[in-house]
């Protein structure tokens, strides 16, 4: 039987990204699996616990979704529309932060973004530590804290928009809505951005608003209260203003901008604007050039100095190998990981199994004509470049749900996706009728098992961090060893208000325990079988009883006058 034209060009043009995108897919866990089994990394659990099975099936859902195609015609879409799944995707974020992520922030930058927010409501910069605390601090868990010589204060190490933002609406305890708002509002920016590039395209607005409600990383990562959605909001904000090509947008574009470098980490948003602005350069627009580089190198000196600013307030200084982000930057580097360039091959195929079923199919086409188009061009290098940068400093990402280090440029993804789209031509009617059930395919079976694995790992903790607030204590300790990331359950408010204290167990430092003990106040150790639920999650057996051995720090916490329990 002959192949009639329309199927020749959805041979060469629509199953070669696809069957290309299973096969890399299908072969990265499977090489991973064997591979990275060998390494302790969260990459690798989550990859063996959650990206495997998502990653089959999206490759059913999508070889299914292949069959008896027939020929559709793409909607257009109104603003009422994208204004209605706006709101409506902001509600379902709102929600699921009750629901799946159960209130609860589980990783440390999750954790330092409430703290300093706390810390910024009250009108402070960072919150000072009364005695005994100060030679207790590390045990009040200090990681990503800035790092202070001596510890009479303490905030976070991070810039200080995100918290900030959620700060000011906590003033009117909404807080919660930041989230939501952000997908909100990056839904709508997308949408700006997909009318000026193509403004005669109404039907490109579905494709780029579905790609994006699509993802289960931008519905997720929006119920944290991760920097991650701002970024992403800010990114396509930016973007919308720039491409405006007016005086007072570039204006309102570099206020976005000055934000988005303090959210919470200087490097990312840099990376998606550098190449971007390096096209005014291209086309020697040099007065908008100017006023862009100048800008940029202002806003970066500034932040550079705000930890400083941070440290005078609590008039104490870094210590020296910590001096500024060059060299904190500098010992990121030092300290390399063996496994790196595999936990970001993990990383990245994490960020693919996260995502609407045809954006990856849908980018590697936009892709292969994005070097004709600098504006494509140079959403492309952002994507690469902040894959190359990260590779190098740090490949390992953490918690996150997908990959988070690049989830300020989904927007480019999806831009560049539908750029793809532009090019596929003749063959649209096909690929619409593909499209419709791959987002049926994405929203009925892999957004759900996405909501069931976000939970399932955020869970555990959620519900240890709940039993630990209704215990009726002053301190309870925590072995930080008992269970992996144990020791994130070690939170306490800024101005230690919470009770019981939380403390880890192997940072206490008996010899100052008789000042922490000297008013005879309830102390518990945490037993063993607290543990279990989050052991089991990482298939790890069960603690015997006195496996955690603390007799002799319970002792010294009797003899200096608490009363444990």
Partial sequence: MSILPFEREIIERGLGPILFTAAICLALVAILSFVGGGYASLAFVYLIKQDVFLALLATAVVSASLLRLNNQNAEELSPRKIWIAAIAVAIVVLVGRHLI???YDMSRDEQMATFDAAIFRSGQLAAMLSEPWPHQ???????????????SAW???YLPINAAIRGIFDLVGASQLVGPLAVAVGALALDACVRKIWPDQGAYRWIALLLYLGSGQVLINGMTTYAMSLHLTLNLVWLSLFLERRTSCDVAALIVGFLAVGLHQPIFHPMFAAPILATLLLTKDWQRAALYFVAY??????WAYWPSVTIELTGMPLPGDQQSYLTRL???????RPAGLLEMIANLLRFVTWQHLLLLPLLILGLRGAFRSALFASLATGIIL??????????????GFGYRYLHGLIGSAILLAVHGWDRIGASRDRWSSLFKRT???TFVLLIPAQLYFANAFHAPYARASHALDKLDSDYVVISGDAAPFAVDLVINEPFLQNRPIRLVEERLATTTLSDLCAEGPDMIFVKEPFFDNIRSYYSLPALEDGALDNDKLT??????GCIVR
């Fill in 155 to 157: 905030v976070s190490g």
């Fill in 137 to 151: 601090a590390e045990a009040l868990n200090t990681d990503f804290m800035l790092p202070v010589a001596d510890r």
């Fill in 330 to 336: 500098r010992s990121a580097l030092d300290n390399g």
């Fill in 297 to 302: 190198a202002v806003f970066g000196a500034f």
């Fill in 439 to 441: 987002s049926i395919g």
């Fill in 101 to 103: 992520l159960l209130d």
């Fill in 555 to 560: 002792m010294a916490a009797q003899e200096s």
């Fill in 386 to 399: 902040t894959i190359a940068v990260m590779t190098i400093i740090l490949p390992y990402q953490g918690h």
